[in-house]
């Protein structure tokens, strides 16, 4: 239930959805005359919105946040059993309409995995994410990336693949089952966890509250600490907000829900996470 009703939340923040699906409605209430009035207000106020939220960078700013709350550590200075990195960077709709694998913004947490990999070539190597559609389809982003892997000669010995969890809680738990079934002399030691600087804060929850101890590493950033006002990038506003609503929400969902420990979880001293 969770689950549907995460995937259902989460159509409902998508702002450029939901501006185009508003926008549609108003359109089609002008064409009445009965509604033409509270469709010419309708407008009015979207307008007037989205200007605000483009002049006011709000989506910048909540993403900043997020993005800045673990900084990246030096792995050279720590003692860590492995890493998991999460999926999120292959586009499905690409591998499932023509069977090719086409990596999206988050493609900097393959390539740090396959980094980390190569430079700690004795420690597990986790990759974790099948599929977050509501629906099946055949898809496991996890068997897609070690395909690719294989056939491209980078699949490294150390590289171990999760292939069915579906959300970040899932992510989790089945990836620890795997460590205590495969590694269990490592499984309460610390883990390097690879995802977007952006979600971090709710993996770190995520991942305290299944049992992990976790050194969390931040990658892709897209925001700058010299954030600027007016700009003119309507779409990519909007874009932005959605980006940054969908993981408060979520944040605030899994709090709700005991699926993390904070509602804003926070760095920690090396050797205080269980």
């Known amino acids: 239930m969770f689950y549907f009703l995460s995937k259902t939340l989460g159509i409902l923040i998508n702002t450029a959805f939901m501006h185009g699906l508003i926008l549609a409605i108003l359109f089609g209430l002008l064409i009445l005359k009965r509604t033409r009035r509270f469709a010419i207000?309708?407008?009015v106020v979207l307008t007037g919105a989205s200007l605000l939220i483009t002049v006011i960078p709000v989506g910048t700013i909540l993403?900043?946040?997020l993005e800045t709350?673990?900084?990246?550590?030096?792995l050279t200075n720590l003692e860590f059993a492995g890493a998991v990195t999460l999926a999120g960077s292959i586009d499905p709709n690409s591998y499932l309409q023509r069977g090719e694998m086409h990596v999206g913004g988050s493609a900097d947490r393959i390539f740090t995995m396959l980094r980390v990999a190569n430079l700690y070539p004795a420690k597990p190597i986790l990759f974790t994410g099948g599929d977050g559609n509501l629906t099946e389809?055949?898809?496991?982003?996890?068997?897609v990336l070690e395909n690719w892997l294989s056939d491209s000669g980078l699949k490294t010995p150390n590289m171990y693949f999760e292939a069915q969890s579906r959300n970040t809680h899932e992510n989790a738990t089945k990836s620890l089952e795997m460590v205590y079934r495969d590694w269990p002399e490592?499984?309460?030691k610390p883990w390097v966890l690879i995802t977007s600087a952006q979600h971090m804060p709710r993996a770190v929850g995520t991942f305290r509250q299944a049992g992990w101890n976790v050194i969390p590493y931040p990658v892709d950033?897209?925001?700058s600490d010299d954030i600027h006002l007016a700009s003119l990038n309507v779409s990519g506003a909007i874009y932005n907000l959605g980006r940054a609503l969908r993981e408060w929400v979520g944040l605030t969902a899994y709090y709700w829900t005991g699926r993390t420990d904070e509602w804003f979880p926070r760095p920690r001293a090396a050797g205080t996470e269980n």
């Open 41 to 43: 207000g309708g407008l």
């Open 63 to 65: 993403s900043h946040a």
């Open 69 to 74: 709350r673990f900084e990246k550590p030096d």
């Open 137 to 143: 389809r055949g898809f496991s982003e996890a068997l």
């Open 186 to 188: 490592l499984a309460k």
């Open 221 to 223: 950033r897209f925001t």
